[in-house]
């Protein structure tokens, strides 16, 4: 754990950081889901008929099916999800993040912290 976070874990954290911004009441809306993940790094497109992404508000619900292998390539796939995977499960360990079965990822106040220095230094880098 003594080394920095990973351009992966990073990208993670921001986008957590952005879902946590969201203007919303309801708490479910701001966690963010592996899918979310999926869909905005790597851009797959949603195969599940009839599942309507903008409707829900990016929020992925238990045994919903939204990508397919032979879509995206089952190569590509697998080492997808299990690159996000273990990326989750590395900031967990160092705290940034917590889990709620099924509904979700969301900051812990450390990660809130990290994420938001990213995005600042993200912003700054931008303004040059």
């Known amino acids: 754990m003594g080394r920095g976070l990973s351009p992966l874990q990073q990208q993670i954290l921001r986008l957590a950081w952005e879902r946590e911004q969201t203007p919303t009441r309801r708490v479910a809306e701001r966690r963010l889901f592996p899918q979310e993940i999926y869909?905005?790094?790597w851009h797959w497109p949603i195969t599940?008929?009839?599942y309507n992404w903008e409707r829900r508000g990016g929020l992925a619900f238990r045994g919903s099916r939204h990508?397919?292998?032979s879509v995206i390539g089952p190569k590509r796939y697998h080492a997808t999800m299990v690159a996000v995977s273990r990326a989750l499960d590395r900031l967990y360990r160092r705290g940034l993040v917590v889990r709620y079965s099924y509904a979700g990822w969301r900051l812990t106040a450390k990660g809130r912290t990290v994420a938001q220095a990213l995005t600042v230094d993200n912003d700054d880098i931008s303004a040059l």
């Open 67 to 69: 990508f397919s292998p």
């Open 48 to 50: 599940y008929e009839g």
């Open 39 to 41: 869909r905005r790094l």
